[in-house]
């Protein structure tokens, strides 16, 4: 088989969001391409029967961006959400699996953001907050913005569209659609709200409902408030104010009674990774579930009975049942699972997963394993030689046990080394390098290891799969105790001949990249580096980026604290331009607002200013991640030209 090329990594496949049946029997989900070819992302909803493997069928044959499906209670349907009429205005489609017929359900002119088909409904009251009787053949509630009004209309038209900061700013809003009639109402319950995520009782009784005081992803999800909305009475209860980034709602009963859980940040601080908490909502008690544990929670998953819970365990990845009173590990999984999902019953599941040499696939079968593979979705990159790939365990200067990867270059074995070296740092920092195949079209360990590199990719501490006081350990020190990590690794890898000393590099994107800048400011054994996305100055992006209080725990202070020294200076990689000499190759989106292209920007003039080899480059239309197939190809190839001028003379 030909080597792998830049095109056979960004072409193709790959699946999204599975979703069962609570039959067991049926299987939808999502196929959608790794890259973009212009304005539109062509996803597709696929169905699959769990018996039949290698069986499957499209739902619809347009050309749209379709997401979300959702079984119906009765497993008859399922609901997506879907462009096919507009084209950029998802709207919610149902597709009857008897019939194979897909039809349109709404025309809601802002679109509709997500759904959830309810298990049981009733006729609503006229008096509750003057909503129209509905149907008690069947409801969806629907997440969706308020339609334009005609002066809205009269704005875009004349263009007076000013923006005041906190005035129209766009909340999605609970909705009700009536099956039989087509009627969508709004209660208005929430006030203005903006209402995050849903989730029905299992028994088809009220709603768990997740609000925040804006959809601004600075201000939004340190707002956020958990209540209850009953379909049949329209009353609504304020459960009170949740833990920030709340997410991932469940449903489990237990001797006393009904409990709500979810996954949020561990407080007090806006990064100390997330824990699972526990409302037992008889006494109103709040736990955290998970506070002592060496593994963090990614999802929380709802099913009949207890729920499941997903961690990440190291470079691995644990499935969990949680108990009244404990947690029971059912199964451990090689690299990362993600986006499970269950049967009713939670007698069976699906989920996304790979290994170290295959890509992402949907998998099912019973929690406690194993998992049998249901797609094959990259069949194109079936039977390339790979590099080898193995976990690699070892000790921080203090003592902390850490892990990470070490990928070979191809055809190569550690004892053929010293090999030139390339550090790959993970984003977040809340996040991990996973033992799965580590191939996408970011900068990645297979892309380079078929160029001839070996690839380091460390967990330092500060990420994911060690519980919270990892985790929480970098709060407000940002590339102290992490830079250290990375750099006891690549010692290690000297010293057992596979790293060459003298030709060493380092990547990175996102967080990844605020590392690589911040590496190269603090030492010259870098012969090349790339900074991709990358944060340079802390205090700039908490007052800019979108993420802005939660980027201020991460540097520990922001320009508003005083007149300084502030701490985010000293954690920031502009202060330490002065001191670079290593090459760098500076790439970023023209539209990210998570960390803005200003911080690029910034770190390209300081280079200048110091007269540092640097190479800039920006990606029109592109935000935190490229998304145009004609940019990844870029990246991909740019990057390796980039290592290969200075690590390969």
Known sequence: MTGLTADMVVDGREPRAPVLARNGRLLGYVLAPVSRAGDNLD????????????????VTTDTATESRPRWSADSGALFFLSDRTDRGTPQLHRFAVAEGTVTALTTWRAGIIDHLPLAASG???????????????????LLAEDEPTEEDERRARDRDDAIVAGERESR???????????????????????????????????????????ADNDHGPRSGRLHLFDIISGAVEDLGPVAADARSLAWWSAEDGWHLGYLALTPPALH???????????????????????MCPTELCQTDAAALVVFADGLNTTVARLGPTDLTILSTHPGRLSDLTTTGTGGMIAALTSGRYRPVDVHVGPPAGPLRKITDSRPELSGLTLGTQEPLAYQATDGLALDGLLVLPVGRTASEGPFPLITIVHGGPYDRHADRCQLFWFPSAQWLAAAGYAVFLPNPRGGQGHGHRFAASVAG???????????????LLISRGIADPLRLGIAGWSHGGFMSAWAVGQTDR????????????WGMLAATGENGQFEAALGGSTGWSGVG????????????????RTPVLILHGAEDTNVPLGQAVYLHRAL??????????????????????????????????????????
């Open 172 to 214: 999605a809003r609970l909705r009700l659609l009536d099956l039989d009639t087509g009627t969508i109402t709004t209660p208005d319950v929430f006030g203005d709200r903006h209402v995050v995520e849903l989730r029905q009782r299992p028994d088809g009784g009220p709603l768990a409902v997740l609000t925040q005081a804006s």
């Open 272 to 294: 100390a990774g997330t824990a699972v908490f526990d409302l037992a909502l008889g006494s109103r008690v709040l736990r955290n579930r998970t506070a002592d544990l060496s």
């Open 477 to 491: 020190r940002v590339g102290r105790e992490e830079w250290t990590d990375i750099q006891t690794g690549i010692d």
């Open 526 to 537: 870098f012969r090349a580096a790339l900074v991709g996305a990358g944060v340079v100055d």
């Open 123 to 141: 006729h609503l009251p006229l008096a509750a907050s003057g909503l129209l009787p509905l149907a008690a053949s069947g409801l969806v509630a």
């Open 608 to 649: 200048r200013h110091f007269d540092v080899e640097h190479e800039f480059v920006i990606y029109p239309r592109e935000g935190h991640s490229i998304r145009e197939r004609n940019h990844q190809l870029d990246v991909l190839r740019r990057t390796r030209a980039w290592f290969d001028r200075w690590l390969r003379p």
């Open 565 to 580: 020294p502030h701490r985010h200076d000293a954690v920031s990689p502009v202060s330490f331009a002065s001191h670079i």
């Open 43 to 58: 996803t597709q909803v696929w169905l699959a029967d769990v018996d039949d493997v290698g069986v499957a069928r499209r």
